[in-house]
């Protein structure tokens, strides 16, 4: 049977010192290497003008088609159940049931 020291020796270097010691290779690395930006152009050492959001490749990539609102009145009338008088009113109503998407590409001019 072995003991606690033969399958973990407990005089390597502490979870700190690795990290650190990765941390401090890859950032020589990265610093040695352009950053290629949009369209192949490098830029300098910072991300300017090159940064991903979620939220803007959504955006980008995925546009929502339009669904206009329909605008109904509702006359005045008496209550089905009670028999009291409703006032007349307006509400909105989408035309569709759920919100469509287009795929990339397929809605270029729509906003």
């Known amino acids: 049977m072995h003991d606690k020291e ?3 020796p407990q005089d390597g270097p502490t979870m700190l010192d690795v990290y650190r010691s990765h941390m401090g290779q890859s950032r020589r690395q ?3 290497q352009p950053v290629v930006g949009p369209n192949g152009a490098t830029d300098g050492p910072g991300l300017e003008g090159y940064t991903r959001q979620a939220h803007d ?8 088609l339009p669904n206009p ?3 109904m009145y ?3 009338h008496l209550a089905a159940d009670s028999g009291y008088p409703v006032p007349g009113y307006s509400t909105v109503l989408p035309m569709y049931d759920h919100v469509e998407y287009a795929l990339p590409g397929e809605a270029e001019g729509w906003q």
């Not at 490749?57 to 929502?64: G, M, S, V, W």
């Open 74 to 76: 509702v006359f005045p």
């Open 69 to 71: 609102d329909l605008v």
């Open 57 to 64: 490749e959504i955006d980008t990539q995925f546009k929502r």
């Open 30 to 32: 990265d610093s040695q």
């Open 6 to 8: 033969d399958l973990l």
